[in-house]
């Protein structure tokens, strides 16, 4: 493939899927400076093999994502410190017109909470919509792995969930108020 059509495949590619594949780093890594960093990263090695790769580059770029944010994971020991700051109490979505981007924060801010291999399931199968077959191959596990970590994830950010829920409307309201 000569040059000139390769910079254009990549560029057309860029285009049509970079937002995804920007938002997937941004979940695997908890911030928007992190998960640019990530897809760069993530990008370089794909455009140093840009000519052996036949047909579509998602698979690898997306497998590379999730096999250097794993390596990132191992590499910082002290990542759990740094999710203690990120943990403020999560309340529900008000009424109001940031309740989606209420409701998105706190649920990367859940997500967050979870082990690194837990995580990577969750997004790779939930937010990346990949079959359990698609998460393993390109997470390099068995298809048991991703079921197991699945569960234990969900379970995990239904329990975390629970936890953050605020007070029942009942509860919230002092007590003589409630003698009416």
Same mark, same amino acid.
């Given at each position: 493939? /000569?040059?000139?059509?390769?910079?254009?495949?990549?560029? %057309?590619?860029l285009?049509?899927?970079?937002d995804? %594949?920007?938002?997937?780093?941004?979940?695997?890594?908890g911030?928007?400076?992190a998960? /640019?960093d990530?897809?760069?990263?993530?990008?370089?090695r794909?455009?140093?093999?840009?000519?052996?790769? /036949?047909?579509?580059?998602?698979?690898?770029?997306?497998?590379? %994502?999730?096999?250097?944010?794993?390596?990132?994971? &191992?590499?910082?020991?002290?990542?759990r410190?740094?999710? &203690?700051?990120?943990?403020p109490?999560?309340?529900?979505?008000?009424?109001?017109?940031?309740?989606?981007?209420e *409701?998105?924060?706190s649920?990367?801010?859940?997500?967050?909470?979870? !082990?690194?291999?837990?995580?990577?399931?969750?997004?790779? &199968?939930y937010?990346?919509?990949?079959?359990?077959?698609?998460?393993?191959?390109?997470l390099?596990?068995?298809?048991?792995?991703?079921?197991?970590?699945?569960?234990?994830?969900?379970?995990?950010?239904?329990e975390?969930? /629970?936890?953050?829920? !605020?007070q029942d *409307? *009942?509860?919230?309201? !002092?007590?003589?108020?409630?003698?009416?």
């Amino acid at each position: 493939m /000569e040059p000139g059509r390769a910079v254009a495949d990549l560029e %057309l590619f860029l285009a049509d899927r970079g937002d995804d %594949l920007l938002r997937t780093a941004v979940l695997l890594t908890g911030s928007k400076e992190a998960g /640019e960093d990530l897809l760069q990263a993530a990008l370089e090695r794909l455009i140093r093999r840009w000519h052996a790769i /036949e047909g579509d580059p998602e698979g690898y770029l997306r497998r590379t %994502l999730y096999h250097l944010a794993a390596d990132r994971w &191992r590499q910082q020991s002290a990542w759990r410190r740094q999710l &203690r700051l990120l943990r403020p109490g999560l309340g529900a979505a008000a009424a109001d017109p940031f309740a989606e981007v209420e *409701a998105r924060d706190s649920l990367v801010r859940l997500l967050l909470q979870l !082990p690194p291999r837990q995580r990577a399931v969750i997004v790779a &199968r939930y937010w990346g919509q990949l079959s359990e077959a698609e998460s393993a191959r390109i997470l390099g596990c068995s298809v048991g792995t991703v079921k197991s970590a699945a569960a234990r994830g969900l379970r995990r950010l239904r329990e975390l969930s /629970e936890s953050h829920r !605020p007070q029942d *409307a *009942a509860e919230r309201v !002092p007590a003589r108020e409630q003698t009416t």
